[in-house]
């Protein structure tokens, strides 16, 4: 069983998700967690606290989980991230994660929301951003070798990053997982353009 703490958390995160942090209303996120305020201030002294802790947490444990580890441990960097990317257009990948085409992208939801906001949420939500894309960027240092002349490692790890966010959006415009899975499909024939 969640302790309350988690509950919060876990809460706060599909209410940041669904509907924005402005959206979202504290004492309907403290009913559904089975809290009150008192809860609530136990761990946390701020609606704010507990969003961004939810950010760090949550969409933390995701990067590393679905990002950081697999990248890092393989032995086929550039497989394992065509494999990441094709699985990433996958409904089933995507409601696994508790993610819905229809609200796309929860980071990048929350960086066009909160990043000017507030520095505790641009801090939190650029130190995720940039660990993502530095695990990218290392996967394809570690195929240097296989990789154009030309290729600069760093920007076209951040145009990989940019390239699914971007894919996201789109779904999220359109309402579309067809699309979603198309445009994956041309992001790794642009990968797939880096070799020699």
Avoid at 134 to 154: C, G, H, P, W
Wanted: with cysteine; proline share 2%.
């Amino acid at each position: 069983m969640k302790d309350i703490r988690q509950n919060l958390i876990d809460t706060m995160f599909e209410s940041l998700y669904k509907e924005g942090y402005n959206g979202c209303n504290l004492n309907a996120i403290l009913k559904r967690a089975g809290t009150s305020k008192g809860g609530m201030y136990h761990h946390f002294d701020s609606k704010q606290n507990l969003a961004v802790t939810a950010i760090e947490e949550v969409l933390g444990e995701y990067v590393y989980n679905y990002w950081e580890k697999p990248l890092s441990e393989s032995e086929n960097p550039l497989q394992t991230l065509y494999e990441l990317i094709t699985a990433l257009a996958d409904p089933d990948t995507i409601n696994g994660m508790g993610l819905d085409f229809h609200y796309g992208c929860p980071l990048n939801n929350l960086i066009q929301e909160l990043s000017a906001m507030d520095e505790a949420f641009a801090s939190v939500l650029k130190g995720i951003f940039t660990r993502w894309e530095q695990s990218v960027a290392q996967a394809l240092m570690r195929v240097r070798k296989n990789l154009r002349i030309d290729v600069q490692i760093e920007h076209a790890a951040s145009f990989i990053i940019a390239s699914i966010e971007g894919c996201f959006s789109y779904a999220k415009v359109y309402n579309s997982e067809d699309d979603f899975k198309h445009l994956m499909e041309q992001l790794i024939a642009f990968i797939k353009s880096l070799l020699r």
